[in-house]
């Protein structure tokens, strides 16, 4: 049934989702669901300066606006005001957060999964940089979602 929710962000939790070793400092990436349905998610993510994330995809639509701090994304860096739209299927990245950090509003329309589309890759540039992943770490996900399917490279 169709219904209006109304959600204040300090009533929702962060949750720690990636995370990695970069010297003796950990970086992470951080999410707040806003709302989450089979047929979308809403979320406002946080990730720590200088915190490097794969190329990749969902499978669904996605929308990302970046409101404070910035990401690069592949060679563009995008700060507050930009707006990626991700076709299901496209991929993006390597994404580094800009030494402020970033925060991002994003909008997934279906299955939010990642799709990881250059493993091999993101392994070289972590070793470039000697950066160490760190094992996902447990979400707070609805029982119908299923496994993660984004890479868990600090797991062996």
């Not at 169709?2 to 951080?30: C, F, N, T, Y």
């Not at 720590?48 to 669904?60: T, V």
């Not at 990642?114 to 070793?127: H, K, M, S």
Request: charge should be negative.
């Amino acid at each position: 049934m169709a219904e209006l929710r109304i959600v204040h962000l300090d009533d929702v939790p962060w949750q720690e989702v990636k995370a990695q070793q970069h010297g003796d400092r950990r970086v992470s990436v951080w999410e707040k669901y806003v709302d989450w349905t089979p047929e979308k998610l809403v979320l406002y993510g946080r990730y720590d300066a200088g915190m490097l994330l794969e190329r990749h995809g969902h499978r669904s639509d996605h929308v990302v606006h970046v409101i404070g701090g910035s990401i690069t994304v592949g060679d563009e860096v995008c700060g507050p005001g930009a707006t990626l739209v991700l076709d299901e299927g496209a991929a993006m990245g390597p994404i580094e957060a800009g030494p402020d950090g970033a925060l991002l509003f994003e909008i997934m329309l279906g299955d939010p999964r990642a799709v990881p589309a250059d493993r091999e890759g993101f392994d070289r540039l972590l070793a470039e940089r000697a950066i160490t992943p760190m094992p996902n770490p447990p979400i707070d996900a609805p029982a119908w979602f299923g496994e993660r399917t984004d890479s868990d490279p600090g797991r062996s």
